[in-house]
């Protein structure tokens, strides 16, 4: 076997094979190891042979990413080996394509925009994995412009000082992955945190898979941020087999769980309500409903991430969707938006839309409207029926302005609103310590008190079109972009205790 040294093989399809050599050249100006079949396979040796023995040489993979790559076989057999043998993965998103699923949680450099601009953003995230270990405060100075701290939002977002979720457990709800304890260690140590109280639960037999990189991307970032937006809490975390099933019965298992009784369930993962996926047929969605049913009226606030696919979801057939979970009556669903701060505050928040990803939004063509949304205005659906609105509320999302966390052993950025999902998740475990109760089934209240006496932060402007697709508009009030707003904990708590 070879050696494994600090290089990162560059993997692409043929057509693209300029682009390749481009950046490969530009990479070892700026001093990063690469290894490039152009460059590196010598006149005589067997490009099979001495490929296979780069890629295993190389500590990390660089996938370029187009309409060529992604259906390339070499470079999804590339990608697959580099998953698993643990590899550390990072996409170079060159055209507009279908992002392959099992990539589409990781935190990507864009060249769409300008070569340049791609390529400075790659530097950084190469840079920021030499750096291996900063000093706490050091952590928000080397995201500087690219990333906020978990910590920078609850203050811009005013979560209230005067609790930390002490007392609540949250519940995390993880399709694959794991964690490692050894990322959480650094994480914590470096922000300062007490590391959280965590403990593992098997549902169906599947276990904490942490070898699995995309997937604990996923696991570790929903800890890291729960933990991090509310210190004090207990973390429990609920493996599962990756179907639709193995969902539904993670939500019993929660539910029904008498020694941690979480008080709130965080729900990263998702899926189209209307698609030909892996997780869902109108049976499994109308079981998942019960169950969520269920969680509401234990007292148990369930969050779910909205989507990061714009209006269609990245359907392929190109017409507006949204997702389940976020589309039950009985979720509080999270969109998301881009945050510009300065100074210790806000600037600027519009919805989350950076070209060819953005925030889920829309109507929900298998729930009907329920009737705590009945003043919202809600538009009508794509077939012109009157359907369910998501997302409720929102938060940052954007990876051009994202989360700076630690995973698979090296600093990242990472975005989407499966990180704005456990950062409400966190609010709402504050603010159930704080109010001395829980919140439960938010829904009616956030509709019928709280959204329209304007408690959240509204988002006005922006939209959530994804290529030719028309999406939905921000504005006043209510909308199918970032819902009732972005949170504002303090007045959140002030309303509750109230009445108001």
């Not at 290089?7 to 490969?24: E, V």
């Not at 100074?343 to 600027?348: H, K, L, P, V």
């Not at 030719?468 to 009030?477: E, L």
Request: charge should be neutral.
């Amino acid at each position: 076997m070879s050696k494994e040294t600090g290089r990162r093989f560059i993997s692409y399809a043929r057509t693209d094979s300029g682009f390749a050599l481009r950046l490969a050249g530009d990479l070892r100006k700026s001093g990063a190891a690469v290894w490039l079949d152009q460059l590196d396979i010598k006149a005589g040796q067997r490009w099979d042979q001495t490929a296979e023995e780069g890629l295993r040489g190389c500590s990390g993979i660089l996938v370029i990413l187009s309409p060529a790559s992604v259906i390339s076989n070499n470079v999804l057999d590339e990608v697959s080996f580099a998953l698993e043998e643990g590899k550390i993965v990072i996409p170079v998103l060159y055209q507009d394509c279908s992002v392959p699923f099992r990539l589409r949680r990781i935190q990507y450099a864009d060249f769409r925009t300008t070569y340049d601009e791609g390529l400075q953003q790659l530097l950084k995230t190469l840079n920021l994995e030499k750096v291996g270990k900063p000093a706490g405060p050091s952590v928000a100075q080397g995201f500087k412009g690219l990333a906020f701290t978990v910590a920078d939002l609850t203050r811009l977002y005013n979560f209230p000082p005067e609790s930390d979720g002490k007392g609540q457990c949250i519940g995390l709800i993880e399709l694959g992955g794991g964690y490692k304890d050894s990322d959480l260690d650094t994480y914590f140590g470096h922000m300062r945190l007490p590391k959280p109280n965590i403990v593992g639960i098997s549902v169906d037999s599947a276990e904490d898979r942490p070898g699995d990189q995309v997937q604990s991307v996923q696991v570790t970032a929903d800890i890291e941020v729960v933990g991090s937006a509310a210190p004090g809490v207990r973390i429990a975390v609920y493996f599962t087999q990756g179907t639709g099933h193995g969902f539904v019965r993670a939500i019993q298992a929660a539910t029904q769980d008498g020694v941690n009784r979480p008080s709130v369930l965080s729900l990263s993962w998702g899926e189209t309500e209307d698609g030909e996926g892996r997780l869902w047929n109108l049976r499994i969605i109308e079981e998942m409903n019960v169950a969520l049913q269920a969680a509401a009226e234990k007292g148990i606030t369930v969050v779910a991430a909205a989507g990061d696919g714009g209006v269609t979801d990245h359907d392929p057939n190109g017409k507006p969707h949204v997702i389940f979970p976020a589309s039950s009556p009985w979720v509080l669903a999270v969109g998301g938006t881009r945050l510009r701060a300065k100074e210790g505050a806000i600037q600027s928040e519009v919805v989350w839309n950076d070209g060819g990803y953005g925030t889920g939004g829309g109507v929900s063509v298998v729930f009907p409207k329920p009737p705590w949304q009945a003043n919202a205005n809600v538009p009508s659906g794509p077939e012109g029926r009157a359907g369910r609105g998501v997302p409720d509320v929102a938060a940052s999302a954007s990876p051009k302005s994202g989360y700076a966390l630690f995973t698979n052993g090296m600093w990242q950025v990472l975005g989407g609103t499966s990180m704005a999902a456990p950062l409400w998740a966190g609010l709402i475990a504050r603010l159930n310590q704080a109010l001395g109760r829980r919140i439960g089934h938010f829904n009616p209240v956030l509709y019928g008190e709280l959204g329209p006496a304007g408690v959240l932060r509204n988002i006005t402007q922006g939209d959530n079109s994804i290529g030719k697709v028309k999406g939905y508009s921000a504005g006043p009030g209510w909308n199918a972009c970032t819902g009732w707003g972005s949170p504002d904990g303090g007045k959140l708590l002030h309303a509750m205790r109230s009445g108001k």
